[in-house]
Each structure stands twice: as structure tokens, then as C-alpha cells.
């Protein structure tokens, strides 16, 4: 039985059994700022579990794409030498929001192993928690597993909780015996140890209790349950395959890597490793960058490129000296595009991203590997025992260097590498990641508002249409969101109405401003947030008499900024369909704010837009405004809007019904926000910048209506100072300037030239001042320079004349700093090299610095230190 035909199995068997086949969330976890990424089945139910929002259905069924390279899951370094271990793997689950309970999730598991996948009973163990005596009742009565097949064990393996606090529960665990020969001694047994004979296909969870702060537990008014069994495990059991890498999920692709590496599998251990390696990370990055992550140097984007280059590396260890990731990133679309149709709408986009990063790190490790060999020339000639961990880690972190490459290239010389320094250095960066980590970047804000939410306070959205309406009071807040009855003149706090037009943050939108008036006070609007689908909260402040809980309120938006935001809202959907007009299919939203005073829109593209193109994406939106088209907005089914060819955006959560935004002719789109009544409203469309955010992302900012008239007369007041400047007609100005630029370049050519011809001078005038230390010549001096090209061409005339000995220049620079030059002829690299020397010396001048052994350089923060950095070097020599 093919993977495939589990997880069809599995959700058609939850479905016949009442559940909702609910699709994948993305890797990307929307709601749950804590997670970097989606790491299981549950994370998209989260709020539901919470009781912060509530679904159409009560029983939903999954399969979710994972993720787990971070937090308590971070076991990189193992996949690929392991057989279970994986970045990316899929976790079938069902779930239930307070509907059935222990007794029928133990039926259904049982059930759907035993008579689904025909896995033979007398090879099946349990485990459950070791005072969930009900559990173990169960397992008996419902699913007739015999008591000594029946393991209790103790918190750490059969307790889940969501976090310290919240929703927990004890869980049950399946196991299957794969056999004898797959034990680690005589000892083996179930939560006895790690090894893969007892091998754990699923767990059940039995949400019950929620607990506090204290550790206290209370039982929940409506138990749920979590379940989730990874794919992957699962098909290795069926299948008879003693590895998940064995599996047809893997085979193909380690057997096409192979091919093209011209290795085989199964011949070497290492070659078995790199071969796995990369086809657990080739889907990793496919499905990353399928869901809007691309490479960069923080948070996710890091995170993707290190699998990039982990794979890489492995790559070179079996002779792929070319790019080739992005060939099976291709593999992984072919095999998996049927259950992810979003891999193959992202397919020429994604491998264009991923060669693009395979040749800039080609590169990289080139030159990573040009430093290990210099560092190993140096250890060598100044007779060090071994590389530094503060070396080894640089090459990680810097060149994405594995340590056991280093390790590699430095054993066969005899070098050893100090591995605990590397760990100390490793567990500092962990320490340093985790303190800067502040989650996905999603506002939060259903925690303030949580009581409302457990309480099911609804409020009815009134303002797609009007910007006034009437609405009781039923719920103040304070500003630190404690219940009120009343709110008084001065203070602040949050208000919410069973009906609002009002419109709440939302979809990349700013929530509206306005006014709330009652007969016995009033308040003003600050801001309006949507904490849950059907809750708006306005954040007020009372600036006249009281407002009471249970008042009549008369809402009012502020119609200008309703409808400022309102006309950048629908450009915003006119813009998203002309750069697809422009620059090809490949470009979708990655984000977008939404206010009153201007769009922002952020979408996948890998290069910079050209001017060119820039005008005629300009050209199409005010096409569409001009034409004045209607604005159709209508609620129909999510499959049916789908089935129409309407975008839905990324991230972005649908129910059951949604609305549907058409401009017809020029676009549709899933939306909620606030939209005009026809294109004209807009009025007229520019774009203010268009600039990089991310590798592979693009932003464009840009004003509609009265801000953009207000831009182009600010464009042309500058014009007209610049006419003023120039002395020339507005036809003139780019020739005049174009003219001035290259006067200007040719004078700064002149003044390189003279400064070039001084230094040398100067650096025959310096030999006089050249002092010896014991029994080295030494140049130690403060220099002038108007550049660093100038102060190195100082540094090459001494070295000319000084052809054994140590130089160094420290010259202030003029924003206040200081630029420090050393040089060492290679006689003397066996009592010191440059690099060791600006270590030091570099210090009392505020900085640091590195570079060659013949050669290092080093900027500093503090000029009144270079006299203490001229007699540090010169003490340095003379005890060496």
C-alpha cells in the first residue's frame, strides 16, 4: 500500500465516521505567534481548542504538512543517519471539538490500524497514562487489547499540554512490534528505551483538564480530542521497511539523486547519509517556498536557507559540484502535486529561487573553504595544536560549514578541532536566537479578549455598506482588559456592540476610526480590532460623561478615512492583478497593509521591477480606475468561488461561506475587507517605491485619490527646485545633470590620482621612522588618509620597502572613527600573523577586526585610543 493510499485511506475513513476533511494549513502558523512553524495537526485548531472561535463542524480530519527544525524538536544534525528523524513530514490526524470522547477515538484508532491497514493485532501495544485508569478500561472493552499488552507510563511520555497553562490531558499511545532483530539488548521493551523494535504509529490525546498557573488542574466542560500518526512511520510499518527512507515516499528521490551523482545507494554509509539528507530537505524547501518562505538571514527565511545549504554540502561529499537542488525540488512536485496541487502553480517560480540561492552559496563555500586551508597554514606555521571552536563555529554560521567537514579536511592533516568550544559558541547562538525570537509577527490579541470569546459575545458586522448604525452595548473593558460596568470621562478601555460598522483590523486592513455616543456620554474611536471572526473590539476613549454596559450606542465611522482606506483597498486588488499581467503568474501576496493614507503591498518575485515595468503596472490599475468598473462583492461557498477562478490569499483563513471581490474583467479575490462601490472612486494610482524586503520578495508602496495628487504636487515642487538649481528648462534638467555627474566623476578620479602619488611619498618618508624590536623591524604610526583605498596604497609603499618586518597604520577617519592597518611579511608568520596581532590591538581603538595572515584590517569607534593601540603592537612583538 503506497502512501498515497494511506492518508486517502485515512481521511475517507474519518470522513465516513462523521469527520470533516479539512485541508492543510500552511507551514506558516498564522495563529499561534509562539510557533516559527506549523510542527503538527493540532496548531491550526488551536483557537477552536481555546474555545477563541468556533467551526462549522464539531469532528474535522487532516493530513497537515510539518515542520520541526527548532524548540524541543530540533534533531537536525540526526536526519539523515537516522531512520525515523525528518524536517518535513506529514501528521494524519482526527480531531474532536467536544464531541466524542475517549471510548470512541480508542474505536476509531483500532479500528482504522487494524482493519484498514490489516496490521496483525498480536504485534500491537499500547500505552496510556499511569493513573488514567479509564484509558486502560477502554483499550479492553472497546478495541479488546489484553491487560498485559497494556503499558503504564509516567508524565513525560504519556502527559500532553499545550503549554504551562491551558488546555492538557493525559494520552494513549499505539506501538507495533517490528520484530526481535530490530531490539537493542535484552532489555528492550516499551518505555523502556528509544529503539525501534516497540515502535510508537500514533498517539491519542484526551484534552480534559485545563490547568493554571499553579499547576492546578480542573476538568474542561467539553473534553476534546488530538490525535495525530506521521505518514511516513506509518507507511514504513505497512510497507514492511525497516526505514521511513525505504519507503516509496523517499525512494524515488534518493534513487534520482543517485542516478545524477552517479552513486549508489546502500554501497557506503556516508553516501547513504548525503543521499537522505537530501531527499528529506528537498521537500522541506519545495513546500517552504511553496508557502511564501524564502531564503534570508533571520527567522524563517534563515531557517530555509540552512536546508538549502545542509543539502548542499551533502551534495559535494557525493561528486554534485553544479546546482542540483533545484532538479529535485522538481522530483518533489512530480510525486506530491496530486495531494499539494499549490506545488505545481509554484513550480518555475521555486526552482528559480532555489538556483539562484544553490549559486550564491557555491560561491560562499568556495571561500569557505580558502579560509579553513589559510587557517590551517597558519596553525601550521605557528605551531598551534588545533583549530579554535570560535573558528569552526564562524565557518558554520558564517559559511554554513558542517563541523564534520571541518573535522574532515582537518584530520587528514592532523589537526584536531576543539568541538567543545564549537558547542559553547553553538549554545550561545541558541541562547542569543531564543531571547530575539518574537514569534510569527501576528498581532495576539484574542488573549486580552478571551473571556469574551469563552463567553460567546458575538458582535454583527453593519458596515459594508453604511458608516453609521445603531448597537447595544454589551461588553466594557478596561484598558488592561478587566471587565467594567461603566466607563467615565478620561478614562480608556474597550468597547464591544452586538452590531458595529465599524470595521475590525483585519485581512491587512487598519481597523476604522470614528466616534461612539450614547445619552449619557460619548467616546472616541482609536482603534478597532477583530480578535475573532465574529467579535469586533473598538478601543475607545470616553471624552464626555459615562458609558454604561447595556446602552443603546450610536456608532459612527469616520467616513474619510472609511473611504480612504476603502479606495486603497480595492487598488490593492487591481495592483495584485496587474503585476500577474505584468510580470507572469508566479507573483502572489506575501503581505499587505491597508490604511487610509497609503497601500503597501508585498508579493514573490525574484528581481527588481524596471522602470519599465513599474509604468506599466501603473498604466493597467488607472486603466481600471478610469473605466469606472463595478465593484461586485457576494457571499457563495468556498468551493464555489474557488471553482470560479477566484484568488484566495495566502495565509488567509476561509469558512464555509465567504465573500467574494470581483472587478470584473481585471480581478476576483477572496476578501472581507471594505471595498468602493466601482474603480472610479479611486480616483488615480502611483507608486511611491518599489524595493527588496526578503530574497525573492518585493514590496510596492503606493497612493490612490487625493494622497496621490498630493505626491505628484510634491514631485513637481521639487522639479521646480531643481529647474532653479540647474538654471535650465524642465526638457533640460537630465541632460544638465547627467553632464554634472560626469565632471564629478572625472575630479574624483584627478584627487585618487594625487592621493595615490602622496601616499607613495609618504611611504618612503616613513622609513625613518622604522624602529627594532627584538630583532624585528617595526612601522608603527598614525597616519592621514582621505579614504581606505588611500591608506592601503600608503601601506603597499611601505611594504615595498620593507620587506621583512611589521607595519601597522591607524588613521582617523572622518566620521569620527578609525581605520586600522596591519602587515606582516611571511618570514615572521611563525611568531605572529596580522590577524592575531589586530586582535589586540584593535580593542583600544573601540573595535575589532581580521583578514589574512600577510594582511588584516580593522575599523574602531574610538580615535583617542590609537597611541594605546600603537604601544600595544609594539609591546605584542616584543614578547612574542
Known amino acids: 500500500m503506497k502512501a498515497a493510499e494511506i492518508r486517502s485511506r485515512f481521511l475517507k475513513y474519518f470522513e465516513a465516521n462523521g469527520h470533516t476533511a479539512v485541508d492543510s494549513s500552511t507551514l506558516v502558523p498564522k495563529d499561534d505567534p509562539s510557533l516559527l512553524f506549523t510542527n503538527a495537526g493540532m496548531v491550526q485548531f488551536k483557537k477552536v481548542f481555546l474555545g477563541q472561535e468556533k467551526r462549522a463542524y464539531v469532528r474535522a480530519t487532516t493530513s497537515q504538512k510539518c515542520l520541526r527544525v527548532g524548540g524541543k524538536h530540533n534533531d537536525l544534525e540526526n536526519v539523515g543517519r537516522t531512520a525515523r528523524h525528518h524536517t518535513f513530514f506529514e501528521m494524519l490526524g482526527n480531531f474532536s471539538f467536544g464531541d466524542y470522547f475517549k471510548a470512541e477515538a480508542i474505536r476509531l484508532a483500532w479500528g482504522f490500524i487494524t482493519e484498514e491497514l490489516k496490521l496483525p493485532k498480536d504485534k500491537l501495544y499500547v500505552s496510556i497514562y499511569k493513573d488514567d485508569d479509564e484509558a486502560g478500561e477502554l483499550w479492553q ?78 476538568a474542561l466542560p467539553r473534553p476534546s480530542i488530538d490525535t495525530g500518526m506521521g505518514l511516513e512511520r506509518i507507511a514504513a510499518v505497512v510497507q514492511g521497511k525497516r526505514s521511513n527512507f525505504e519507503t516509496d515516499i523517499f525512494r524515488a528521490l534518493i534513487d534520482f539523486v543517485a542516478d545524477k551523482a552517479k552513486v549508489k545507494y546502500h554501497a557506503d554509509k556516508e553516501t547513504d547519509t548525503a543521499l537522505q539528507v537530501i531527499a528529506d530537505h528537498s521537500r522541506s524547501i519545495a513546500f517552504l517556498i511553496t508557502d511564501q518562505i524564502l531564503p534570508s538571514n533571520e527567522g524563517r527565511g534563515y531557517v530555509l536557507r540552512r536546508l538549502i545549504r545542509r543539502a548542499f554540502r551533502f551534495g559535494r561529499l557525493i561528486g554534485l559540484i553544479d546546482p542540483f537542488l533545484h532538479e529535485t525540488a522538481r522530483q518533489v512536485v512530480a510525486h506530491m502535486c496530486d495531494a499539494y496541487p499549490e506545488l505545481l502553480s509554484n513550480q518555475e517560480f521555486m526552482t528559480k529561487v532555489i538556483r539562484e540561492e544553490e549559486e550564491r552559496f557555491s560561491q560562499t563555500l568556495d571561500k569557505g573553504l580558502v579560509l579553513l586551508e589559510d587557517e590551517l597554514a597558519r596553525i601550521k606555521a605557528a605551531g598551534e595544536a588545533g583549530i579554535s571552536g570560535e573558528f569552526a563555529f564562524k565557518l558554520y554560521d558564517t559559511f554554513g560549514f558542517p563541523l564534520d567537514i571541518v573535522n574532515d579536511v582537518a584530520g587528514k592533516l592532523g589537526v584536531f578541532v576543539d568541538e567543545p568550544g564549537f558547542m559553547a559558541c553553538m549554545k550561545e547562538q541558541k541562547t542569543r536566537a531564543k531571547k530575539a525570537w518574537k514569534g510569527s509577527g501576528e498581532k495576539d490579541v484574542a488573549s486580552m479578549f478571551q473571556s469574551l470569546l469563552e463567553a460567546g459575545t458575538k458582535t454583527r458586522f453593519t458596515g459594508s455598506t453604511s458608516f453609521e448604525d445603531q448597537g447595544r452595548i454589551v461588553a466594557l473593558l478596561s484598558g488592561e482588559g478587566e471587565a467594567v460596568e461603566s466607563l467615565e470621562q478620561g478614562q480608556g478601555g474597550w468597547l464591544v456592540a452586538a452590531s458595529t460598522p465599524f470595521y475590525g483590523e483585519s485581512g491587512g486592513q487598519e481597523g476604522d476610526l470614528g466616534e461612539v455616543g450614547t445619552e449619557s456620554g460619548g467616546a472616541d474611536v482609536l482603534e478597532t480590532l477583530k480578535p475573532a471572526p465574529d467579535l469586533t473590539v473598538h478601543k475607545i476613549f470616553v471624552n464626555e460623561g459615562t458609558l454604561t454596559n447595556g446602552q443603546a450606542a450610536t456608532l459612527s465611522v469616520n467616513a474619510r478615512t472609511r473611504l480612504a482606506s476603502s479606495r486603497n483597498h480595492t487598488t490593492t486588488h487591481l495592483l495584485h492583478a496587474a503585476l500577474r499581467q505584468v510580470l507572469g503568474d508566479h507573483v502572489k501576496q506575501s503581505g499587505s497593509l491597508v490604511g487610509p493614507e497609503r497601500l503597501r503591498f508585498d508579493f514573490t518575485h525574484i528581481a527588481p521591477m524596471t522602470p519599465e515595468e513599474i509604468a506599466r503596472v501603473e498604466q493597467i490599475v488607472n486603466r481600471a480606475i478610469l473605466d469606472n468598473i463595478p465593484v461586485g462583492r457576494e457571499f457563495v461557498s468556498q468551493k464555489e468561488a474557488v471553482a470560479r477562478g477566484a484568488t484566495a490569499l495566502f495565509g488567509e483563513k476561509y469558512g464555509e461561506t465567504v465573500c467574494l471581490v470581483e472587478v470584473p474583467g481585471v480581478s476576483m479575490e477572496l476578501c472581507g475587507g471594505t471595498h468602493l462601490v466601482n474603480t472610479g472612486q479611486a480616483g488615480s494610482f502611483v507608486v511611491l517605491s518599489e524595493t527588496g524586503v526578503a530574497a525573492g520578495i518585493r514590496r510596492i508602496e503606493a497612493a490612490t485619490g487625493w494622497n496621490a495628487l498630493n505626491h505628484l504636487h510634491g514631485l513637481r515642487q521639487e522639479m521646480s527646485e531643481v529647474q532653479a538649481v540647474l538654471k535650465a528648462r524642465p526638457e533640460e534638467v537630465a541632460a544638465r545633470t547627467k553632464a554634472m ?16 602619488k602622496l601616499a607613495s611619498g609618504e611611504g618612503g618618508a616613513r622609513m625613518a621612522e622604522v624602529e627594532e624590536i627584538a630583532g624585528v623591524k617595526v612601522l608603527a604610526v598614525k597616519a592621514e588618509a582621505a579614504s581606505i583605498k588611500s591608506l592601503r596604497d600608503q601601506m603597499d609603499a611601505l611594504k615595498s620597502k620593507l620587506p621583512s618586518g611589521v607595519a601597522m597604520l591607524a588613521a582617523p577617519t572622518e566620521d569620527g572613527k578609525v581605520t586600522v592597518l596591519i602587515a606582516v611579511s611571511k618570514d615572521l608568520h611563525g611568531k605572529f600573523t596580522a590577524p592575531a596581532l589586530i586582535k589586540d590591538v584593535a580593542v583600544l581603538v573601540g573595535g575589532s577586526g581580521g583578514g589574512r595572515p600577510d594582511m588584516a584590517q580593522a575599523g574602531g569607534t574610538d580615535p583617542a585610543g590609537i597611541d594605546k593601540a600603537i604601544a600595544k603592537l609594539k609591546d605584542l612583538v616584543a614578547n612574542a
Do not use: H
Not at 503504564?152 to 511520555?157: A, I, V
Not at 555627474?741 to 595615490?756: G, I, N
Open 141 to 218: 472493552s472497546v478495541a479488546g487489547v489484553a491487560p498485559e499488552r497494556i503499558f503504564r507510563l509516567g508524565e513525560k511520555d504519556n502527559f500532553w499540554s499545550m503549554g504551562d497553562t491551558g488546555p492538557c490531558g493525559p494520552c494513549s499511545e499505539i506501538y507495533v512490534d517490528q520484530g526481535a532483530d530490530m531490539a537493542c539488548g535484552p532489555e528492550c521493551g516499551i518505555g523502556k528505551c528509544d529503539c525501534d523494535r516497540y515502535l510508537e504509529i500514533w498517539n491519542l490525546v484526551f484534552m480534559q483538564f485545563d490547568q493554571t498557573a499553579d499547576g492546578a488542574r480542573t
Open 741 to 756: 555627474a560626469a565632471q564629478v566623476k572625472s575630479l574624483q578620479k584627478e584627487v585618487e590620482r594625487l592621493q595615490t
